[in-house]
Structures are given as structure tokens and as C-alpha cells.
């Protein structure tokens, strides 16, 4: 029933090679026996991304509340193919006792159960595309609200690790990268209407989509 909200592109200007004895850059790994080299789309390290204008900023049904429990999505675009997604999850996580509100809090690790929810994606759309989750880190939210009500958050000391498209789970010597901090504002923009099926994330006409970056 999960997954997305805040998403921004992060600029990563080169494509990272992630390797055992590496320094950054372009790196390659070579497993024992040397037949895999493991390519990263993200750098090891992006710095501070400064304050940027959101592409998208969502809120959305949390799937069979009929419109009743709403979680958040943030977007930016900041270079083509590298994306990062926050996402804002009512009932659970850091947000466990009620809906989503402002303050600090820290990045949820995991995926099923996250209310405050980091993804990435690097390469968006190519055959070297890789999915991130967060494994670390803060989130400041200043501002959060209703359909055309301002929404602000501050991403700030995030590390985030490989993990499987589609099952979610850490892939083992998989790529890793951290964000030093990016902060993104929107103006929200409700998604699946207030009543039917309660919709949200399935990406279905009206609801926001469970991807990275959509």
C-alpha cells in the first residue's frame, strides 16, 4: 500500500563506480574471481543541493481509508535520470500516533513500515537504472497542509542504499550514496479525490504513483 512522497532530482553530475579500495569517482568493484564489475548511477557523496523549487507536490489517499488518511509526495527536478523521493506516511513510523505534521524527524529504514520515507532513483529510465531506500538521517518539515497550502522539507545528513525494484530489500554489495541536505518547497495539489475507494499509490487515474519519481 506504499510508498512515495517527497521526490526531488538530485544533480549528480558523474556516474559513480562503486569499488572495494575506492576514493569516489569512477569506480569498479571486482568481486572475488573478477567476473562483476558494479556500476553506480548515484555518486558516493552529493553535496549540499541548496534550496529548490518542487516539480510536484502531492497529497494522496492512503489506499482503502476512503480519502479519510492522506500521505504526502514532494518532487524537484534538478538534472534528467537522478531523482530522490520523500515520502510522508500517516499512522506509522515517525508519524505513528497520528497524520503527518511538521518538525524533525528521522528517516525511517524500513520500507513496509516507513512514515517518513526516503527513496532514490538513479539513471530514471535506462537499462543502468538503480533504486535507492534510505537507511539514514533527519527530516525538517516546515510546512505541510491541504490542497493549495504551502509544503516544505529539509533532507539533511541521508544515506541510502541499493535495494531491489520491486521487492524493496537491500541488495547485498549493492551501490550506496549520501545526500548532505537539499530543501524543497511546493504548493500541494490533492490527488484521488476525498470518498470511492480511498485510492492513493496504485497509480491508477487520479492517485499518485507508487515509483520514484512519476
Known sequence: MKRILV???MTAAAACTTGSGGTGGDDTMEPDGGTTNLTCPLPEAIADLGNVAALKAQRCNVSGSMGTRKW?????????????????YPNTGAFAAGPVTTGTFPIDTNFT????????VGDKGTAQAKEYFGTG???TITAVGTNG????????GATLAEVDPTSHAKIASGCSTSLNRVKV????????????????GGGGTGSCPNTVGD
Open 72 to 88: 504526502f509526495r514532494l518532487s524537484a527536478t534538478m538534472a534528467s535520470g537522478d531523482i530522490v523521493q520523500l515520502e510522508l
Open 7 to 9: 521526490g526531488l532530482v
Open 185 to 200: 518547497d511546493g504548493t500541494v495539489m490533492d490527488l484521488g479525490g476525498g470518498g470511492g475507494g480511498g485510492g492513493g
Open 137 to 139: 538521517g533527519m527530516v
Open 113 to 120: 513500515t516507513c512514515g517518513v520515507c526516503l527513496r532514490a
Open 149 to 156: 497550502q504551502p509544503i516544505s522539507a529539509t533532507i539533511t
